[in-house]
C-alpha cells in the first residue's frame, strides 16, 4: 500500500511487540526459534508477525550476533567443472544449516590468492581454500590471519583442516590400467607449475615409471583447460608415446577433440587418460577413462569440518586421503599393433607374438572383474566386465564387457562408438520388453519409425561372484522398466578357457531369463514393420579394421549370413600388423537368426524376437547362450565349423 506516493515499509519488530503485547526481546526469541517462550505466547506472536508481514532482519541479526552466517569458498578456476562440484558440495550442505555462499575466483593468478582470501574472510565467518596456487611459505603465514579456514588438496599442517586426494593412488591405477594394454612410452600432459595437485601427480607418475625398467615417461607443459589439451596434440603425436595421462578431463577434452579433427583414432592410434572424472567424461568421444574423484562429497567434507570451527567443536585436522577410483571406459584400449612390432626384433616373423595361454580366470579389479589368461610368462588381460552403473539412461545402463581382446592383444570390442553410443562391448540388449526399451537410443514404432521415447530402462547387477575356482563369473541380474519396477531376473554366468593348442581362447555367455514378475513379451523392430531388423539378444559391437569378412556356414557376406540360421558366425578382421578371428557360435539346442552388420559397422548376435514377438508365460524361463572363439589369425569356413563343432564343450 502506499501513502502520499510512498511506499509503507515492511512492519518492525517493535509494532509486532505492541501488537502482540509482549516485549520486543519475546519476539526475537520466537523468531530465531526460541524453545524458552511459552507455546501459546509465541502461537500469538507468531500469528501478529504474519498479519503485519513481519520479516526478521538478517543484518540486524548478524550485528547483534557477531557473525553473517556466511561462508566464502576461494576456488582458482569456476570455469573448472571440478571446482564447480567442490561449491555445490559446500553450497548444499551449508544451506541445509542456513548459512549462504560466497565464491571467489583467483584466475589461475597465484600473486592475488593472498588479498582475495583476506578480502573474502572480511565479509564472512570462515573460508574454504580450493587448491590454492600460492607458495607454501605464504600459505602457512596466511592461514592464521583467515581463520576459521579449511584447506582442500594441499598439504596438511597438522593443525588447519586439510581434505586431500590421493593423487598417487590414482596415478598408480592409471599406470597400472595402461601397462596391463601394453603401453611402455607414457606422456604426461602437465597441469598448472603452482597446482600442488600438478606435483603430487607428477611425482607419483614418475616413481611409478621408475618402478617399471620397459617403461618411458615422457613430459609436456599444458595447463588446465581444454584449449591447452587442444593445442598439445602436435606435440602428442611427435612424441610417439603410446598413451597420454592428461593433468585433468579439461585436458583431455581439448587433446581428444584436435585428435579427432586431425583423423587419429582414440584408442586405436593413441590411448587417453584424464583426472577427476567430472560430469561431462562420459559423454566425451569417446568415453573418457579417468580417475573418479568424489567432487561434492568432498565439499561437504569441507563444510563439516567448517561447521565445526564455526561452532568451537573440534574435528581431526588431518583426515585420510580421499582415493580415487577409476572408471575404465572407451578412451584407452591396447597398445597399437604397430607399437607392439616395434619392440620386436628385426628378425622377428611378421605379426605380433602371441602368448601361448595354459589358463584363464577372473579376478575382482577396481571396482569391475578382470579377464585374464595364464601364460608361461606374465599373465594377459582378456576381458574385462563392467556393472554398467555409470551408462547414461538413454543408452540403458547394463552389464557389459569391455575391453575385449585376443591373446596378443588386439581389441576385439568397442564401447559407445560414434555412430552408435549406446552399444557397449558385449552386452544383453534388447529393443522392447513389455514396452521397455534395453537396447538404448530410439525405440522404432510401426508407422513412426526410430522415435527417441522416455522408456529405457536398466540391468541392475546384483554383484557378481566367482564360481568354478574363478573361471567362471556369475551374476545376478534385475532387469527394472523406466519408473525402475522389477521385469524379470536374469541369471547370467560367463566362464572361459584356452584352446587345446593354447593359441586362443574361448568364452561361453549362459542366461536365463525369469518371467518372476508376470508374463514378458519380447519384441523388436523387425516385429514392428521393419525388415530384416530384428536385433536384440546377446550383441557383440566390434571395431572397424583394415578389412573384414564374415563367414557362416556355407555363407560369405553380410546379404548371406544376415537373418540365416548359421550354427555360427565368423568375423575376420585384418589390421596393419594382425589377423584375428572372432568365431560365435550359438548354443546347439536353440538357433535362432543372425542380426549381423559389416558395411555400416561390425557386430552381430542371435536375434530373440526376428520376425515374431516371443511371449514367456508367468513363471516361465527363456534360455540365451553364446559362445566365443578368439584366436590371432584367419579362420577359413572348414576350419571354423570344425572349431565351433567344440565350443560349447
Known amino acids: 500500500m502506499t501513502q502520499n506516493g510512498w511506499t509503507r515499509s515492511a512492519s518492525t519488530i517493535a509494532e509486532v511487540a505492541h501488537a502482540a503485547g509482549v516485549s520486543r526481546a519475546t519476539v526475537s526469541r520466537v523468531m530465531n526459534g526460541r524453545a524458552t517462550v511459552d507455546p501459546e505466547l509465541a502461537a500469538r506472536v507468531r500469528d501478529v508477525a504474519e498479519q503485519l508481514h513481519y520479516r526478521p532482519s538478517n543484518t540486524a541479526r548478524s550485528l547483534s550476533l557477531g557473525r553473517t552466517n556466511t561462508v566464502a569458498v576461494v576456488v582458482p578456476d569456476l570455469a573448472n567443472p571440478m571446482f564447480q562440484q567442490v561449491l555445490r558440495g559446500v553450497a548444499s550442505a551449508a544451506a541445509e544449516e ?42 602457512r603465514a596466511l592461514l592464521p590471519e583467515i581463520r576459521p579456514v579449511v584447506v582442500v588438496n594441499r598439504a596438511a599442517d597438522g593443525t588447519t583442516p ?11 591405477q592409471i599406470v597400472e590400467h595402461l601397462t596391463g594394454l601394453g603401453h611402455r612410452h607414457l606422456l604426461y600432459l602437465a597441469g598448472p607449475p603452482d597446482s600442488a595437485s600438478h606435483g603430487a601427480r607428477l611425482d ?50 581439448g587433446l581428444l577433440a584436435r585428435l579427432n579433427e586431425l583423423g587419429v583414432a582414440v584408442p586405436g592410434d593413441v590411448s587417453i587418460t584424464g583426472f577427476d572424472d567430472i560430469e561431462l567424461a562420459r559423454f566425451a568421444t569417446p568415453s573418457l577413462t579417468t580417475a573418479t574423484v568424489p567432487q561434492a562429497e568432498l565439499g561437504r567434507q569441507a563444510w563439516a569440518h567448517l561447521r565445526s570451527l564455526v561452532g568451537g567443536d573440534a574435528l581431526d585436522p588431518t583426515p585420510p586421503l580421499i582415493m580415487p577410483v577409476l572408471a575404465i571406459r572407451a578412451s584407452s ?14 628378425t622377428d616373423p611378421v605379426g605380433p607374438e602371441v602368448p601361448e595361454l595354459t589358463g584363464a580366470s577372473w579376478s575382482s579389479d577396481l571396482g569391475s572383474y578382470l579377464l585374464s589368461g595364464a601364460t608361461s610368462g606374465p599373465t594377459v588381460p582378456l576381458a574385462r566386465y563392467e556393472s554398467g552403473e555409470r551408462v547414461p539412461r538413454v543408452h540403458a545402463p547394463r552389464p557389459y564387457l569391455h575391453p575385449v581382446h ?46 527417441l521415447l ?27 522398466d523406466e519408473r525402475d519396477r522389477p521385469l524379470l531376473t536374469e541369471d547370467r554366468r560367463l ?155
Open 406 to 451: 585376443s591373446a596378443a592383444g588386439t581389441a576385439l570390442t568397442e564401447t559407445s562408438p560414434v555412430d552408435h553410443r549406446h552399444h557397449y562391448g558385449v552386452s544383453m540388449a534388447v529393443p522392447v520388453v513389455n514396452g521397455t526399451s534395453y537396447w538404448g537410443g530410439r525405440t522404432f514404432l510401426r508407422d513412426e519409425g526410430p522415435t
Open 204 to 253: 607419483a607418475l614418475r616413481a611409478a615409471a621408475a618402478r617399471r625398467e620397459d617403461v618411458r615417461l615422457s613430459e609436456r607443459p599444458a595447463g588446465s583447460s581444454v584449449e591447452s589439451g587442444y593445442a598439445a596434440a602436435q606435440d602428442v603425436l611427435a612424441s610417439r608415446a603410446t598413451a597420454v595421462v592428461a593433468y585433468n578431463d579439461l585436458v583431455a577434452f
Open 495 to 649: 566362464s572361459a578357457a584356452p584352446l587345446a593348442d593354447g593359441r586362443g581362447w574361448t568364452l561361453r555367455w549362459s542366461s536365463v531369463l525369469h518371467a518372476s514378475h508376470g508374463p514378458l513379451r519380447i519384441e523388436s523392430p523387425g516385429t514392428n514393420g521393419r525388415p530384416s531388423a530384428g536385433y536384440g539378444g546377446i550383441f557383440w559391437r566390434l571395431p572397424s579394421a583394415d578389412v573384414t569378412t564374415v563367414l557362416g556356414e556355407g555363407l560369405v557376406g553380410e546379404e548371406a549370413v544376415h537373418g540365416s540360421l548359421s550354427p555360427w558366425l565368423a568375423f575376420v578382421q585384418r589390421r596393419e600388423g594382425a589377423t584375428t578371428t572372432v568365431l560365435l557360435v550359438q548354443h546347439p539346442a536353440v538357433l535362432r537368426p543372425w542380426f549381423a552388420r559389416v558395411a555400416e559397422y561390425v557386430g552381430a548376435g542371435p536375434a530373440l524376437a526376428w520376425d515374431r514377438v516371443v511371449d514367456v508365460p508367468d513363471g516361465g524361463r527363456l534360455d540365451v547362450g553364446l559362445a566365443a572363439v578368439v584366436v590371432d589369425r584367419a579362420l577359413g569356413a572348414d576350419e571354423a565349423g570344425l572349431v565351433a563343432g567344440q565350443a560349447w564343450g
Open 98 to 139: 542456513g548459512y549462504r555462499v560466497l565464491v571467489a575466483d583467483t584466475a589461475e593468478h597465484a600473486d592475488d590468492e593472498e588479498r582475495i582470501a583476506l578480502d573474502a574472510r572480511l565479509r564472512c565467518d570462515a573460508l574454504v581454500l580450493v587448491s590454492p596456487r600460492m607458495s607454501e611459505a605464504t600459505l
Open 333 to 346: 584400449g591396447p597398445v597399437p599393433p604397430a607399437a607392439r612390432l616395434g619392440r620386436r626384433a628385426a
Open 162 to 172: 586439510t581434505l586431500a586426494i590421493d593423487y598417487a593412488a590414482g596415478i598408480d
Open 454 to 480: 522416455p522408456n529405457h530402462g536398466r540391468q541392475v547387477s546384483g554383484g557378481a561372484r566367482l564360481a568354478d575356482e574363478s573361471a567362471t563369473l556369475v551374476d545376478e541380474i534385475e532387469w527394472l
